[in-house]
């Protein structure tokens, strides 16, 4: 008998958020995950270290998942998965090749008892007890806005580009470059910025590069992010110093930190910043709906979790929203954002773990006989596992 099942009486169910970054898991009820953990996981194959995501094909997925589930089940949360109900949490554009392989590993491999997905951009509403919001979710490789009107996601108005935590790491990676060889090049100290000299910053690892982007960058304020993209230098802010290891230190120079983030904010020539996806997500809404959505923003993600992302978003829109491309469509003249119950990053998973508490879920999860029959997970989008639409073929 595991730890935690000698503690409790009855057997609550697991809940997993399975990120492109980072997974969270943990029990239903609680008010947060038991564990964070990056999504990889050593190859059984090849013996590497790889990003469960980042898998060639279903046979691949399917070793990955049963190799990091294990992971989850018995080093971080110490109980066993048989029998026991399991909540996951995805995206309504999740690949469906992920929750089939998801829901096949869990049904053959580990044996457990059902499995509920929950829509994030749905469930974390639970936790703010809303029916009508914009859920943006800025995650590691994508922002996705997703409008949501008295419970139902108004799906031909979703919106989604590749600006999330990779784009801000690329970011900053060749902004460290540039800063670097720019003072190298001018014949400054180059040991302002750089201690040892000759150190690589293409060789730093993904983790620092990420470390650095959490510890010393910051989302700077729409007046001098304006200034910038003019190419004005305004006053830079200080360095911050950022130790390697040992005598190794790196020096991030002001303007690296303020200007990470905007990658976010650029408007290129399809205007796909992360504001121009919101107002475009409204506008594909009915007219009477716009103005609960625009003043019922809930921001979800680990990217929005930067000091200053909100501010900045709402500076972006309130002067978006009165451009002469928008304002003669949209009659908004103010936005509002909730504040979740937890941080940004783990909003969608408490969702899942209120949701999981109640006695819905018993109702609605798929059982494993059930599963064994369909073989396979039924979905919205597929007639063929929709049992109102074969119970009226069958009456006809």
Known sequence: MSIYDGLTAGKPAVVVDFGARYTKFGFAGEFSPRCIIPTQVICPSSRKLRWVFDYEDEADL???????????????????????????IESILSPTKFRDTVAKVLFLHYEVSSLLYLPSHLIVLAGLGLSTALVVDVGYSESQVIPVY????????????????????????????????????????????????????ETLPDHVIED??????FVTTYERGKAMAD????????????????YSVLRIPGEVREATYEVVFERDNEQSSLANLILESILKCGIDTRRALAENLVIVGGTSMAPGFKSRLISELRRLVKDNFYKPKL??????????LVKENVASWLGGSIFGATDMLPLRALTKEKYFTLKTVPDWCNLATNELYLSKLTLS
């Open 150 to 201: 008295e419970g139902v996601p108004i799906l031909n108005a979703w919106q989604a580009q590749p600006i999330g935590s990779k784009a801000v790491e690329e970011r900053l990676r060749k902004n460290l470059k540039e800063a670097y060889e720019e003072i190298k090049n001018a014949g400054g100290d180059a040991s302002r910025v750089l201690k040892p000299i000759d150190l690589d910053l």
């Open 231 to 246: 190419g004005i230098r305004p006053p830079q802010p200080p360095f911050a110093d950022y130790r390697l290891g040992g």
């Open 62 to 88: 399917y070793a990955l998942l049963v190799t990091f589930i294990h992971k989850l089940y018995f080093r971080h949360a110490l109980v066993s998965p048989k029998d026991r109900d399991v909540v996951v």
């Open 331 to 340: 009659y908004i003249s103010n936005f509002k954002m909730h504040v979740p």
């Open 212 to 217: 650095i982007k959490v510890r010393t960058c």
